[in-house]
């Protein structure tokens, strides 16, 4: 074992634990109310982890969510460049337990891609803690998978973000927040998968209470080489400006 995954191990360890006994202390405790919400999102760009999984081109994203309490599901769709059929459809379900200003998370998410027969398809354990008070957000993301789009690899991506939502609006219509993220996919074997790093950094404008926008600059460290791999294209690892708009119900 490496020593990026005995790191990777801890915070998994960490998390997944505190998240667990959160889970147990407040699930009794907590007003549970059955959610339903979902959303709709055009992107100029489907970029996953700062790899472009529609060959730099558009992609439409619908979602639905479910909660009740602690508790949560959702089914996300898009099209992309990876399956036979250009569909991904993902699915996932997990708790997420709130201690002061900390939410934790624990999670399963699986990806799926209609038409390559399950050869494609993976699955990801996600944990998580983040810090949210007034205007700031900070938080730790892992997401593990035994073995990555089934290419022979075990797989870790670990996440930091940060955002701040002004409390002044612009022209008195949109709600500015500014946000980040540095992660790195690490992959077991990266003489099947090169591992790598990226980041974005963007700006997003709330507005009408169901609607926002954002525009979003990404970046890996992948070199072209390495990026035909992990996104079928020389340039699927770029840097590029994406724009997005979403639609919450």
């Known amino acids: 074992m490496t020593r990026r995954s005995r790191e990777a191990g801890i915070i998994k360890a960490f998390v997944l634990g505190t998240a667990l006994l959160l889970g147990l202390a407040t699930g009794a405790q907590a007003q549970n109310k059955?959610?339903?919400?979902?959303?709709?999102?055009?992107?100029?760009?489907?970029?996953?982890?700062?790899?472009?999984?529609?060959?730099?081109?558009?992609?439409?994203?619908?979602?639905?969510?479910?909660?009740?309490?602690?508790?949560?599901?959702?089914?996300?769709g898009s099209n992309n460049s990876l399956s036979p059929n250009d569909i991904e459809i993902d699915y996932g379900a997990g708790i997420s337990p709130k201690w002061n200003d900390i939410t934790f998370t624990i999670g399963g998410l699986a990806y799926t891609y209609p038409g390559s027969d399950g050869d494609l398809d993976?699955?990801?354990?996600?944990?998580?803690?983040?810090?949210?008070?007034?205007?700031?957000?900070?938080?730790?993301?892992?997401?593990?998978s035994p073995d990555n789009f089934q290419a022979g690899t075990q797989s870790d991506a670990i996440e930091g973000d940060v955002g701040y939502t002004f409390s002044r609006k612009i022209w008195n219509f949109f709600t500015p927040s500014i946000s980040g993220v540095i992660g790195a996919q690490l992959y077991e074997h990266e003489n099947i998968l090169p591992s790598y790093l990226y980041w974005n950094a963007g700006l997003t404008l709330g507005f009408m209470d169901h609607w926002s926008a954002d525009i979003r600059y990404w970046d890996t460290d992948a070199s072209k080489t390495d990026c035909v791999p992990l996104g079928g294209a020389r340039d699927a690892c770029d840097a590029t400006v994406v724009g997005s708009i979403k639609a919450t119900f």
């Open 122 to 144: 993976y699955f990801e354990l996600k944990t998580s803690g983040v810090w949210a008070k007034g205007p700031w957000s900070i938080g730790l993301y892992n997401y593990w």
């Open 34 to 76: 059955l959610t339903l919400s979902g959303s709709a999102s055009f992107t100029t760009n489907y970029e996953f982890r700062g790899v472009s999984n529609s060959s730099n081109n558009p992609a439409v994203q619908p979602e639905i969510d479910l909660g009740y309490g602690i508790f949560w599901a959702y089914m996300w």
